[in-house]
């Protein structure tokens, strides 16, 4: 195996040395032909991006949890449309191995189509997989273009591609290097044959969601040829290198705007796979100096024997989920944003592993490092004129359940269900509240499926969907909300059910400036409640989770973590109760407005509990409105109750650093409390 080394990726994710000619070219797009054709770039993409979710069978490509993007000859990205910008890093890996690699065997010609999925080579996980073409114009190969989604079937040890008791990466299901799919503009039928039989559970969406891809790129290559004839080729070659350069100058001068200095962020997690136990998910020291800015993950926990491990460049892909949406946000989605960027990963990590690691579910491995780069960056723009941008980390639960089985067509299937990572909430904002049920952090134009779609597609039956009471961080500024649904095994015998996630006992994501973190996320299920005979009935009440976790309508509550494997669940029985999380909190609980407070009672978006007892707000009981006295009373009350609890640093750090876990919790921590390697993994 040729697989590129950390060094050799790191680079690749660098621009490429513009040649002379380029440099030449940059002189033929003139002011205003530069603007308008940086918007034919993107209007080519979003275009794409549009015949992409269209062509799409799996719930995760229809949702919109993909990429379209264009490259120069060598490989650099320019700009692309995303779902999610997790995608944007892999492409100019693997097209500079391909590069590197395959000029004399096979060759790189017109026509070809070239596809991998495998995180050896580039990618993050195996379900995300990249289609990706050259594009010759008058002989020459001058751009690449690529289609990148997540489908969720692999052929791994349990449905659904993201196997949590995955114990390396053979347990994974297919694993392709970049190869070659297509010749002369055409997938060959005995590759297509291939994927059918390695997506057994679900062939349809395997092979369907490969097409999808395949056209996409396409569509893209021959809009660009479209204008390199029309504007001709020195013009779109000089366009793409002066996309180039002035997003490297936009991201240093935006980095030089912040204070130099050391930011840190430690976050945690409950689990790995389906072992329960403390790790260090990430340990990020983020380094500001002039217009450059230095990550390093020295600190984090050690690879474990799950599939909760991510390859660095499966973690950048997760830093650019953040940078290219709340910092590079007016900037093209290019290589060259990440230029002044430079990153450190210690071997051995959960976030640098062996080649042989289990990284399928390296989504959930990478979650702390997409919580941390929010808090670091948050406080590295709080001090300059962007401080209005500043936002705390979105929920980032991943909350990801996989159903699989014969649907109600009579057709094969295994797809993740995409409404609770679609409805997660965003963080706190500087000067107003998180946003409900905003969407995925993982895939920011991401939608959630139509309730009825969900259930023409899926043999369920989706008795409500609401936001979830509480489930936003509290603060000044409330993180906002996630969801709740129920899911109901219908029109079938039965179905079979697993979900992906950790944070059930304790949440990664870490809130801002005295804000508060969201709630945690059992996996609850239900025993002993015929949901379809009860609305039969026509039951009096309202059918919601806090009628249901109150037992109104009887049955017994079972909760778990909400990580678990494959199980059959029977027709009309209670799948589970799929829940997304919220964001986090961003300033104090008592110093929000009393009024929003009690309109987030008002909107069911937070308890009565929780307005008394977080937000210390108190009500008059004949009117049910705050009463202002008593509210200014008991946040008086609370502060000095503060104060009197209050240490100085010395007298905090003398206790706090005598503390320790239980050892019981911390057998994939590392050494206590640096999380260095104590006993080196062995995988068969």
């Known amino acids: ?19 002379e000619h380029e ?35 799996s719930q995760m490509g229809v949702a919109g949890d993909s990429i379209v993007a264009l490259f120069t000859a060598q490989g650099d990205l320019v700009n692309a449309s995303a779902g999610t910008y997790l995608h944007a890093v892999i492409p100019p890996i693997v097209i500079k191995y391909i590069l590197k690699t395959y000029q004399e065997n096979p060759g790189i010609l017109d026509g070809d189509i070239w596809y991998t999925n495998d995180a050896l080579y580039g990618g993050i996980h195996n379900p995300d997989q990249v289609a990706i073409m050259p594009v010759f114009f008058e002989g020459e190969l001058v751009a690449w273009t690529a289609a990148l989604s997540h489908t969720t079937e692999t052929g ?59 056209t996409t790129a396409d569509r893209v290559r021959v809009r660009l040829l479209e204008m390199f004839a029309r504007e001709g080729k020195d013009f779109v070659t000089g366009l793409f290198r002066k996309m180039l350069i002035e997003a490297e100058a936009g991201s240093r001068k935006r980095l030089s705007s912040w204070a130099d200095g050391v930011y840190r962020c430690a976050t945690f997690s409950d689990a790995a796979g389906m072992e329960n136990a403390l790790l260090r998910n990430c340990f990020m020291t983020m380094t500001v100096k002039d217009d450059t800015l230095s990550v390093d993950f020295t600190g984090t926990s050690p690879e474990n024997g799950s599939s909760y491990n991510a390859h660095p460049q499966a973690v950048i892909g997760h830093l650019a989920n953040y940078i290219y949406e709340y910092v590079f946000h007016d900037l093209p989605i290019s290589s060259a944003t990440f230029q002044p960027i430079d990153f450190v990963f210690p071997e051995n990590s959960m976030l640098s592993p ?78 107003q509240d998180g946003i409900n049920a905003y969407g995925f952090p993982w895939c920011a134009f991401g939608r959630a499926p139509d309730v009825e779609n969900m259930e023409n597609e899926l043999p369920m039956l989706v008795p409500f969907s609401q936001h979830w009471e509480d489930s936003g961080g509290a603060g000044k500024y409330r993180g906002g909300v996630g969801t709740a649904q129920l899911w109901v095994a219908h029109h079938v015998p039965f179905v079979f059910f697993m979900s992906i996630a950790d944070n059930s006992i304790i949440q990664t994501p870490q809130p801002l400036f005295g804000g508060y973190s969201q709630c945690t996320c059992p996996g609850l299920s239900m025993e002993g409640v015929d949901i379809p005979e009860l609305l039969r009935a026509g039951e009096e009440g309202t059918l919601d989770l806090a009628a249901l976790l109150a037992g109104k309508f009887g049955g017994r509550i079972v909760s778990e973590s909400y990580a678990r494997t494959a199980r059959p669940v029977g027709g009309d029985q209670v799948i589970t109760l799929g829940i997304s999380t919220g964001g986090t909190g961003y300033g104090d609980p008592i110093d929000r407005e009393p009024e929003a407070v009690e309109k987030d009672v008002t909107d069911g978006m937070i308890s009565d509990w929780a307005a008394a007892n977080v937000y210390a707000v108190r009500f008059n009981e004949q009117t049910g409105r705050v009463d202002p006295a ?55």
């Open 630 to 684: 008593a509210t200014q009373a008991r946040r008086t009350e609370v502060r000095e109750q503060r104060k009197a609890q209050g240490k100085t640093w010395d007298e905090f750090h003398e206790g706090w650093s005598q503390r320790k876990p239980p050892e019981e919790i911390l057998s994939m921590y590392g050494s206590w409390p640096d999380g260095a390697v104590v006993n080196p993994l062995m995988r068969m």
């Open 156 to 214: 791994a040890t349990e449905p659904g591609g993201m196997p949590v008791s995955a114990k390396s990466r053979f347990d994974e299901g297919m694993n392709l290097p970049p190869m070659k799919i297509g010749e002369n503009h055409q997938i060959r039928a005995d590759i297509i044959e291939m994927f059918a039989a390695f997506g057994l559970r679900s062939e349809t969406s395997v092979t369907v969601d490969l097409r999808a891809r395949c």
């Open 23 to 57: 440099l030449a070219c940059i002189d033929k797009v003139g002011t205003g032909d530069y603007e308008i054709g940086v918007q034919r770039t993107a209007d080519i993409l979003d275009e794409g991006y549009e015949v992409f979710m269209r062509s799409s069978r």
């Open 354 to 431: 062996a080649p042989n690691a289990a990284t399928s579910c390296a989504v959930m491995a990478a979650t702390g490092a997409m919580s941390a780069i929010a808090n670091c960056i948050g406080r590295a723009r709080f001090g300059t004129t962007e401080w209005r941008q500043v936002s705390a980390s979105l929920g980032n639960g991943g909350n990801a359940s996989v159903l699989a089985g014969v649907s109600q067509w009579g057709m094969p299937f295994a797809d993740m269900l995409a409404y609770t990572i679609n409805t997660e909430g965003s963080g706190g904002r500087a000067t």
């Open 1 to 19: 195996m040729s697989y590129p080394t950390l060094e050799e990726k790191l680079q690749a994710l660098k621009v490429s040395t513009p040649t």
